[in-house]
């Protein structure tokens, strides 16, 4: 991408959750370049979003760690570029994709079902990837699996939005709520058996929308307890700690 010029096109807006500003653009190559996409993403913090730089600069950071910018699971990476006039902002070129997860309806056929085993390999291998450096990747979504070739012989799917990854144990309250790991809703932190329940409550969701998370829930106040429910509605035997047990167990830390 070095030996290429762009031309922006088109802002994408996504599915209204991500904090970046996003568009799609044109590359340009240049006299000896080869291997040059056609279409590029660029990537660019909202000034108007908190934490949009912060979730940028550590989706940066996430690419540098051992094995991640190299994994065919994962977009690839090309470039970060500094505004040209004074250099305070910062725009990111990555691998463009046609589509999501989340745009492609479900279907119960065999092309629906290669595309589930493709999907559920890319997301596992990222998994395996992030585990070997002790993170945990805390935003998988249907929005965030980026697909390709859809209607062709060969499918390929990513994992995309590294800007959650963060060192294992560290993070609480994190994963989007239809993703939440149990755990995690009882108060510990997001830890690598919590990325293997996001992956699988990401094709459940995908599957049957509205079977977990808060969605359907009368009030944003119980958006928690909603989701929870529907996870012991699932899972009878899980146990939900009472709040005296819960308090108890907070206080030992």
Same mark, same amino acid.
């Given at each position: 991408? *070095?030996?290429? $010029? +762009?031309?922006?096109?088109?802002? #994408?807006?996504?599915?209204?959750?991500?904090?970046? &500003?996003? /568009?799609?653009?044109?590359? #340009?190559?240049?006299?000896? =370049?080869?291997?040059?996409?056609?279409?590029?993403? %660029?990537?660019?913090?909202?000034?108007?979003?908190?934490?949009?730089?912060?979730?940028?600069?550590?989706? @940066?950071?996430?690419?540098?760690?051992?094995? !991640? =910018?190299?994994?065919?699971?994962?977009r690839? @990476?090309?470039?970060? +570029?500094?505004?040209? &006039?004074? $250099?305070?902002e910062?725009?990111? &070129?990555?691998?463009? /994709?046609?589509?999501?997860?989340?745009?492609?309806?479900?279907?119960?056929?065999?092309? #629906?079902?290669?595309?589930?085993?493709?999907?559920?390999?890319a997301? @596992?291998?990222?998994?395996?990837?992030?585990?070997?450096?002790?993170?945990?990747?805390?935003?998988?979504?249907?929005?965030?699996? @980026?697909?390709?070739?859809?209607?062709?012989?060969?499918?390929? *799917?990513?994992?995309?939005?590294?800007?959650?990854?963060?060192? *294992?144990?560290?993070?609480?309250?994190?994963?989007?709520?239809?993703?939440? =790991?149990?755990? !995690?809703?009882?108060?510990?932190?997001? &830890?690598?058996?919590s990325q293997?329940?996001?992956?699988?409550?990401?094709?459940?969701?995908? #599957?049957k929308?509205?079977?977990?998370?808060?969605?359907?829930?009368?009030?944003?106040? %119980?958006d928690?307890?909603?989701?929870?429910?529907?996870?012991?509605?699932? /899972?009878?035997?899980?146990?939900?700690?009472?709040?005296?047990? /819960?308090?108890?167990?907070?206080?030992?830390?």
């Amino acid at each position: 991408m *070095a030996c290429s $010029g +762009i031309t922006v096109f088109d802002a #994408i807006n996504g599915d209204n959750t991500h904090t970046s &500003t996003v /568009f799609r653009a044109e590359v #340009i190559p240049h006299n000896l =370049a080869v291997d040059i996409p056609q279409w590029a993403l %660029i990537k660019a913090a909202s000034p108007d979003v908190p934490h949009s730089l912060e979730n940028l600069e550590r989706e @940066l950071q996430s690419y540098l760690l051992p094995g !991640v =910018a190299s994994a065919a699971c994962y977009r690839k @990476l090309y470039e970060t +570029i500094r505004d040209p &006039t004074d $250099g305070s902002e910062k725009y990111v &070129t990555m691998e463009w /994709f046609d589509t999501t997860l989340a745009a492609v309806k479900y279907q119960p056929n065999m092309r #629906i079902y290669a595309l589930i085993k493709t999907f559920l390999r890319a997301a @596992l291998e990222s998994r395996v990837v992030l585990e070997k450096q002790n993170h945990v990747n805390t935003d998988f979504k249907p929005a965030n699996i @980026l697909l390709a070739g859809l209607g062709c012989a060969e499918i390929t *799917a990513k994992v995309g939005d590294l800007g959650l990854v963060f060192p *294992a144990g560290q993070r609480y309250n994190a994963q989007p709520y239809a993703m939440r =790991a149990p755990e !995690v809703f009882v108060g510990q932190p997001c &830890t690598e058996p919590s990325q293997v329940w996001a992956v699988a409550a990401m094709l459940l969701c995908w #599957i049957k929308a509205g079977v977990m998370g808060q969605w359907d829930s009368p009030h944003w106040l %119980i958006d928690d307890a909603w989701c929870m429910a529907k996870i012991k509605r699932l /899972f009878p035997d899980w146990k939900i700690p009472t709040p005296d047990e /819960f308090e108890r167990k907070s206080s030992k830390f």
